[in-house]
Structure formats: C-alpha cells, structure tokens
C-alpha cells in the first residue's frame, strides 16, 4: 500500500522560511500528480500547490503565490514545499498528496481536493509573530 510521510515542519517566525518535504514508499508516483494541502483549526483542508507529473507545470493558490514553491523529484520520489516570507495565517498542518489518475489533466483538476487519491498524516507549521 502506498504510503507518504510529510517532514520539515516546525515552528518559524513571521518572514521566515521553511521547507516541507514529502516522500512515498510502496509505489512510485512518477506519472502522477503531486500537491499540497493546509487545514488550520476549525477551517476545512485547502488548497495550497501542486506540480503535474512531469513537474513543468505548477498551481498555487493566491494566498501563497510568489512565496511558495512547489517542486518535486521523480527519481526520489519526493516532493518539497518551500515556503518564504511566512504569515501568521500560513499556519497550519500540511498534507501532501498524490492525485487519482497518471498523465496530465486540465488546470483546474489541480487545483480540486477530492482528486487526490493518497495523503500524509500532515506536518505542523506554526508562525509566530
């Protein structure tokens, strides 16, 4: 059975930077999607970046776009989060995942939860101010 397991979480402060990474095991995901989701206290899972399979294209959402960067390794089978210039509403737990169907898809599949197939137990982030 595929498994992910998220790492690199932590507790940084606001401006600063941290870097999540993320590796599978049981199967290779080198034809598959590959993306990050956040779920803070009381708000649902969302959307945060993603990388299709061939990683030459990426997604993010507006609230983290030109600060975050999406990037993946197939040889490894890896995928990694970098995250700069950190807000305190940047803080929740994080999730990688691995979407349901290989090759590419339109943009928007993307960006859709219920698309991903296998997810981590998630990593915190905390930012203080």
């Known amino acids: 059975q595929a498994q992910l397991v998220e790492s690199g979480g932590g507790l940084v402060q606001a401006g600063g930077s941290l870097r999540l990474s993320c590796v599978a095991s049981?199967?290779?995901?080198?034809?598959?999607?590959r993306g990050w989701f956040r779920q803070a206290p009381g708000k649902e899972r969302e959307f945060v970046a993603a990388i299709n399979w061939s990683g030459d294209s990426t997604y993010y959402s507006d609230s983290v776009k030109d600060r975050f960067t999406i990037s993946r390794d197939n040889a490894k089978n890896t995928v990694d989060l970098q995250m700069n210039r950190l807000k305190p509403e940047d803080a929740a737990v994080y999730y990688c995942?691995?979407?349901?169907?290989?090759?590419?898809?339109?943009?928007?599949?993307?960006?859709?939860?219920?698309?991903?197939?296998?997810w981590g137990q998630g990593t915190q982030v905390t930012v203080s101010s």
């Open positions: 995942a691995a979407d349901r169907l290989p090759g590419d898809h339109s943009s928007g599949y993307y960006y859709t939860r219920a698309n991903y197939e296998h």
């Open positions: 049981g199967r290779t995901f080198s034809t598959y999607a």
